[in-house]
């Protein structure tokens, strides 16, 4: 546990401490005045009504929407499958400043769908959640649709023999044992619609803000490091309640679940009912995910392959490269990004795990879930701050990058795996041990045949969220060294079709790179580990 508790101090509390201290103490004297004044006043209320009620109620419209595709990828089997889960985990990868983009096609003026039924969504908040649900699609998916998977069907059967109907065989013997995995589910994406961003900036316009818009724009347009070191602080003091409140429910709500291979529990479609279902649940896939990246895509075409070629070519002001190279930046930054993340997360899942951990050891599951709930930018600016002089200096150095990606990644590396290792029965850990096998031979052979599929799942959301990672890295990504969301948003933020035009043709390139891994990641899972 010392591992993940240091890496987490240096990584992540020291650069925030330092933003925070930066902005309160002036002359060396602490301003702590400055809180009372920054949360009383009207227009910084209203942003943290507006961004409170709107996470909220994005979590609530991902649920309803995607916790049937959860159903349908973990118990029913059809061609496309593997296919089908890449392109649902794409749209998470995305920076959000391309999903706002989007979204802001289809339903802006002159876009696909404006005005459709007489509605303009470009001037509502349905824009800003619609934007939410298709980013977050797949947190609940994978989270919840993973653990679904792994679930013995025989318990709601033997259910549904003692005369209990489905829906009540469901309610009272599936759900509970879900109940954790939706939690975490539910927690990511509100984390994630809490600390939006991109979104909230390109389509709420002058009249929707968040917390992390308004933060961003005190620190680089108002330069009131003050203001933004107290939003700093209510977000972080809000998202620690939510996250403590979490964890004493999780711990209340688990209790070992009966694993089984996933590949014995997905059958064909049988019935309407089923039938039906699938169908929805594709159909919702091609409207809410497939459509706004088609409008990427064919944006990324209004030239032919022109837009691709410029790509290859550096204009020596925005990048000193050619951005065809962020490509080659941005992978070797999600495989470091990811080894970190899985080694941080699985240890310190692994000590979570233990029936005999600490109440200081659990105290930890919730603190490691901060990285997600803290703003980026503050993470941003604190590692330029902090990290910039001995005993150490890595302002200069190429992993800086990917330590930032990794405290992103961490904590869903924990959450993918927590659930699985604490339903490990650990009489089996026992009765190994008494056997004679060593502390490391328990865990490769008890632990490691059970919670392989979770690592391999844990590991493509670690390289999948490095690859999208913006908020933090947009500030210490090197010009000359640049990664997919940092081009991307260079260009956007470049006046021009050709500018337009060539950040969508990388924004393609990004969903490109996300599918193929995310098909190799899919294909290494069935043909190593069945889809355990």
């Known amino acids: 546990m010392l ?20 902005g309160l103490k002036v002359d060396g004297v602490w301003r702590f005045g400055r809180i009372a004044d920054v949360v009383g006043d009207s227009d910084i209320r209203h942003v943290l009504w507006f961004t409170t009620w709107q996470a909220l109620a994005s979590t609530a419209l991902t649920l309803l ?52 039924w007489g509605v303009r969504l470009d001037t509502t908040v349905w824009a800003i959640l619609l934007a939410h649900v298709f980013f977050n699609y797949a947190v609940v998916v994978r989270t919840v649709g993973g653990l679904w998977a792994q679930l013995d069907p025989r ?47 390109i389509l709420g316009g002058p009249t929707f803000s968040t917390l992390e818009v308004e933060i961003y724009r005190q620190t680089s347009e108002i330069f009131d490091l003050s203001t933004a070191a107290v939003l700093t602080i209510v977000q972080f003091v809000a998202v620690g309640a939510i ?23 997905a059958r064909r479609p049988r019935g309407a009912g089923q039938w039906t279902l699938l169908g929805g649940v594709l159909a919702t896939v091609a409207v809410l995910l497939v459509l706004p990246l088609a409008v990427l895509v064919r944006r990324s075409l209004d030239g032919g392959f022109g837009y691709y070629r410029a790509l290859g070519d550096a204009d020596g002001g925005t990048f000193l490269v050619a951005p065809i190279q962020s490509v080659v930046s941005s992978l070797e930054y999600a ?36 990285p997600l709930g803290v703003s980026a930018v503050t993470v941003g600016f604190g590692f330029l701050i902090a990290l910039d002089k001995p005993p150490l200096d890595l302002r200069q150095s190429w992993i800086l990058v990917p330590l930032a990606q990794a405290l992103v990644g961490v904590p869903f590396v924990v959450r993918t795996m927590l659930p699985v290792l604490r339903a490990v029965d650990g009489r089996l850990r026992e009765a190994a041990a008494v056997l004679g096998a060593s502390p490391w031979r328990v865990w ?89």
Request: overall charge positive; hydrophobic content about 60%; charged content about 15%.
């Open 444 to 532: 490769r052979e008890v632990d490691l045949p059970m919670v392989r599929r979770a690592l391999l799942v844990a590991a493509g959301f670690a390289f999948a969220v490095s690859l999208g990672e913006f908020g933090a890295t947009v500030f210490i990504a090197r010009p000359d060294n640049p990664t997919l969301p940092v081009a991307v948003a260079r260009l956007l933020s470049r006046p021009g079709d050709l500018n337009y035009g060539q950040a969508m043709a990388l924004s393609t390139i990004l969903m490109v790179v996300c599918a193929v891994a995310l098909l190799v990641l899919e294909r290494l899972r069935t043909d190593r580990t069945g889809e355990f």
């Open 155 to 201: 318990q709601e059967e033997a259910a549904r023999m003692l005369g209990v109907s489905p829906l009540g065989a469901w309610r009272k013997v599936t759900l509970p044992a879900l109940a954790p995995a939706v939690a975490a589910a539910a927690l990511m994406v509100f984390l994630f619609t809490f600390t939006s961003f991109g979104v909230v900036q």
């Open 65 to 116: 929407v995607a916790l049937p595709a959860a159903y349908v990828f973990a118990r029913l089997d059809f061609p496309g499958k593997q296919v089908l889960r890449a392109v649902v985990t794409v749209p998470f990868v995305l920076p959000t400043v391309v999903v706002g983009t989007a979204f802001l096609a289809l339903v802006g003026r002159g876009g696909l769908l404006d005005g459709l």
């Open 243 to 265: 996250l403590a409140v979490h964890a004493w429910t999780v711990r209340r709500r688990e209790s070992a679940l009966r694993l089984v291979d996933p590949s014995v529990t």
């Open 335 to 370: 495989v470091a990004a990811t080894a970190i993340a899985v080694v941080i997360g699985g240890l310190a899942a692994a000590a979570l795990a233990r029936r005999d951990a600490g109440r200081l050891v659990r105290g930890f599951d919730a603190l490691l879930m901060l």
């Open 3 to 22: 591992v993940p508790v240091a890496f987490f101090a240096v990584f992540f509390a020291w650069p925030v401490a330092a933003i925070v201290t930066r």
